[in-house]
């Protein structure tokens, strides 16, 4: 167990619908990445969490937003979706960003959303 | 070309077997290399951590970094009906931003 928690663990919406996700860090963590897994596939950076400011983005549209909350909590919110969102969708605390083990990732459980 | 590329498998091997699995990269950036496990239906496990070329070995798990070469590979020896599950490697470095990127998962089956 990692102690960072997602909610719900799934998902069912439907095409045009919005949503949102969930992740609480793990103890003394101050960063939260989100990540987008499709079936068979590795997980894809949506985009990071730094002390409640954005710290990088994927390649991912601007109908995918986020927030990070005082206690470092985060939302992943996605608006409009669209059917190619169907994955697990994965968070990610770590000690900080920048170099050594203040990179070291530790993963969720995931919420899985279906988009109908 | 992928930032990352890994070999998606299956692989298939019986008890008891070594086991090799790896990945290549492109960006000479990358200096913090990771293997996580990944069961079905379940977040990533941390297996390995190692910054930078060498070797670094965790009971039955042997990770291997050759950044000349830019090729990583984890090594697991005595292999377990509990190892099956995918195996993703992954990696991050200062690229303009800390941002780690995964290969695609090498699922692995090892048979009793």
């Known amino acids: 167990e990692t102690g960072v928690t997602q909610s719900p663990t799934h998902l069912i919406k439907t095409r045009g619908q919005q949503v949102t996700l969930r992740c609480s860090s793990q103890s003394g963590h101050n960063t939260v990445s989100w990540y987008q897994q499709a079936l068979g596939q590795g997980p894809q950076f949506i985009f990071q969490y730094y002390r409640e400011e954005e710290n990088g983005r994927g390649n991912f549209p601007p109908r995918f937003s986020g927030l990070q909350f005082p206690n470092y909590s985060s939302e992943l919110n996605v608006n409009a979706l669209e059917l190619d969102d169907s994955a697990l969708y994965l968070c990610a605390s770590s000690l900080g960003t920048g170099g050594q083990t203040k990179n070291i990732q530790y993963f969720g459980a995931g919420t899985r959303l279906s988009v109908l | 070309q992928k930032e990352v590329e890994q070999d998606p498998g299956p692989l298939s091997v019986p008890e008891g077997a070594i086991v090799s699995l790896n990945c290549t990269y492109s960006?000479?950036?990358?200096?913090?290399f990771m293997w996580y496990r990944q069961y079905s239906r379940k977040g990533p496990e941390l297996l390995m951590y190692?910054?930078?070329?060498g070797n670094k070995e965790d009971g039955r798990f042997t990770a291997q970094v050759d950044k000349s070469s830019k090729y990583i590979s984890l090594f697991i020896r005595d292999s377990q009906p509990s190892d099956s599950a995918t195996y993703l490697c992954?990696?991050?470095?200062?690229?303009?931003?800390?941002?780690?990127?995964f290969g695609a998962g090498t699922r692995l089956f090892v048979k009793a």
């Open positions: 960006n000479s950036a990358f200096q913090y």
């Open positions: 190692t910054y930078s070329s």
């Open positions: 992954a990696m991050t470095g200062n690229t303009g931003g800390f941002k780690t990127i």
